[in-house]
């Protein structure tokens, strides 16, 4: 189960250099879908996609237990990269000034949708690099206290949830953080999900992962779970507002509607994780059955070999005392010919 929590880990990794990658042939060459996903939304800035590409980078080199001192150069290097980056940007806003590091690398535009100042990441994006730059230095340096970097990761998984999900609810506070300036793109968004992923599984059984990963059973329902309470919800969600929006049904109706509905899945969702409990319970109990009938089985076999032994020790002990008993009268006796008799006599004696 390890093997596969760092396996998932290390594909958050090439998830994300993937995604800055395209993100970056998209700028090069510009190619409008690859940098906004959908015409007329928000663009990952080409900084954000590059800080992207460091992130898999380093999430990589984490999953190794030594590195090297050229892997340890690339991982300071990615990481500084991406702290200063963001640090900088953060510093723009705050102190409303331009240290010309927007367009570093290429030009950006402000014809771009919800793009305040070109080529600067949104103020919420900044804020998860630098989250996420400092869980990578306390992940290097294995601080004994993994619960803070965790809290950290679980916090930057909470923003980017926030965040696409205002995409998908058109709640734009969501992915906004501030109203006057650049919005966090929805590739983005879903790119912060991926980079927590593959913080939080690095360490492999530790943290909130544990409870995924506890043994086969309650990790698999717990991942049941989650995965049905999330996928039914945001849907759910989605389609309340989609009906309130075009009038498929009044506020009241929708409202009962949704709650009625959340409340039959949930209780489908127990019941379907019960009846699979009950399945494997009624397995485990027919494996201990046939343990305690082997069990059975093997004691009545030890039985009957203790009462082999005892039979076999109780014949062989006169013919043994008979040996003895010759041995010490041969021993003791200084003639010859009575020592050749008895001798002779004892072997008339097994013959016959």
């Not at 507002?241 to 127990?270: C, M, P």
């Not at 003895?324 to 008339?348: A, P, T, V």
């Amino acid at each position: 189960m390890q093997y596969r929590i760092k396996l998932l880990s290390k594909i958050s990794s090439i998830i994300l250099v993937a995604i800055g990658t395209l993100v970056i042939v998209g700028w090069l060459f510009n190619i409008p879908v690859l940098k906004s996903v959908l015409p007329g939304i928000i663009s990952m800035k080409f900084d954000t996609a590059l800080c992207f590409i460091f992130s898999g980078i380093v999430i990589w080199l984490l999953n190794n237990e030594n590195l090297s001192f050229t892997q340890k150069v690339i991982f300071f290097f990615c990481s500084i990269f991406i702290v200063v980056m963001a640090a900088i940007q953060s510093c723009e806003y705050l102190f409303n000034r331009n240290l010309g590091i927007d367009e570093l690398f290429i030009k950006d535009d402000l014809i771009s949708a919800a793009t305040t100042y070109a080529g600067r990441m949104a103020p919420a994006t900044t804020l998860c690099f630098l989250l996420a730059g400092s869980v990578f230095f306390m992940l290097f340096f294995k601080l004994r206290n993994y619960k803070i970097a965790h809290t950290i990761v679980l916090f930057l998984f909470a923003l980017s949830v926030f965040s696409f999900s205002g995409y998908l609810y058109g709640v734009e506070v969501f992915y906004g953080l501030l109203f006057y300036t650049t919005k966090m793109a929805i590739h983005t968004s879903f790119s912060f999900i991926i980079l927590s992923i593959g913080l939080l599984t690095i360490q492999g059984n530790k943290g909130v992962i544990t409870y995924f990963t506890y043994n086969d059973t309650i990790g698999k329902i717990v991942a049941r779970l989650v995965i049905m309470i999330v996928v039914f919800e945001f849907f759910l969600g989605w389609l309340h507002l989609q009906g309130e929006k075009y009038e498929w049904f009044g506020a009241s109706f929708g409202t009962s509607l949704f709650i009625l509905t959340n409340i039959f899945i949930l209780i489908g969702i127990v019941l379907w994780n019960a009846r699979r409990l009950i399945r494997e319970d009624k397995i485990r109990n027919i494996a201990e059955q046939k343990m305690k009938e082997q069990a059975l089985i093997l004691g009545e076999k030890n039985m009957q070999l203790n009462d082999f032994s005892n039979i076999v020790c109780h014949n062989l002990r006169g013919p043994l005392s008979s040996i003895s008993m010759l041995m010490d009268y041969l021993e003791i006796s200084e003639d010859e010919d009575e020592k050749k008799e008895m001798l002779n006599s004892s072997s008339k004696c097994n013959v016959m």
